[in-house]
């Protein structure tokens, strides 16, 4: 990646980008928002965009340019992350060397972040082949996860958490596809069926 990429893609740049705005949400719940409006369909951009995302992350006024170009970039950056063919799209959490516990926060309120992202562009339910109603599922099992006990298993809890970020990547690329790139549907379009792969036993 460029510097300027690796620098906008980068979790604690951008939870300092967040704080310059008074943002209410973490960097991992913002950038979870923002994904989920890409999966579940958003093709606003520009102004229009970022009148939906602001009032989501809790920023109540317009930034100044500087940070309103920053985000441009990121929403760009997160798009070519989740279509590209390398499949190297990853949501943005604090660093390996942190806690597993603030990382394991983070993933939580990465999936809460997702939900209300995805919800929020107003794909029906209804409409939902089961595979994509059951990773949803899956990601609001995440966003609830016991964060406290992770500490106490060590080495296991380290397994664990790596299981659960990857099952949660892929998942999210495949509701990219079905979502976006496979049907290319509006809100109330139906989407089309494809197998996800199973969800990680610590999920259940």
């Known amino acids: 990646m460029t510097v300027e990429r690796d620098e906008i893609l980068d979790y604690y740049e951008f939870a300092q980008d967040l704080q310059r705005m008074d943002a209410l949400a973490s960097a991992a719940e913002a950038h979870g928002i923002l994904c989920g409006q890409l999966c579940a369909g958003s093709r606003l951009t520009g102004i229009g965009w970022l009148k939906q995302f602001l009032p989501m992350i809790g920023v109540k006024r317009e930034p100044w340019e500087a940070l309103t170009q920053r985000l441009y970039q990121l929403r760009h950056f997160c798009e070519e ?14 660093d390996e060397e942190e806690p597993i516990t603030a990382r ?17 562009i107003g794909l029906s339910a209804e409409i939902m082949p089961d595979e994509i109603s059951a990773a949803l599922k899956d990601l609001q099992a995440i966003s609830q996860v016991d964060v406290a006990s992770a500490e106490e298993q060590g080495e296991s809890g380290e397994n664990d958490f790596y299981e659960v970020f990857e099952y949660t990547r892929v998942v999210v690329i495949h509701l990219y596809q079905e979502c976006v790139l496979r049907t290319d549907v509006a809100p109330t379009t139906p989407m089309g069926n494809a197998p996800i792969g199973n969800a990680p036993d610590t999920l259940h």
Not at 81 to 94: H, I, R, Y
Not at 105 to 110: C, H, Y
Not at 112 to 120: I, K, M, R, T
């Open 81 to 94: 992350d989740l279509k590209g063919a390398e499949l190297d799209f990853s949501p943005l959490l604090p």
């Open 104 to 120: 394991l926060n983070a993933l939580s309120e990465w999936c809460s972040g997702f939900l209300a992202g995805f919800g929020s």
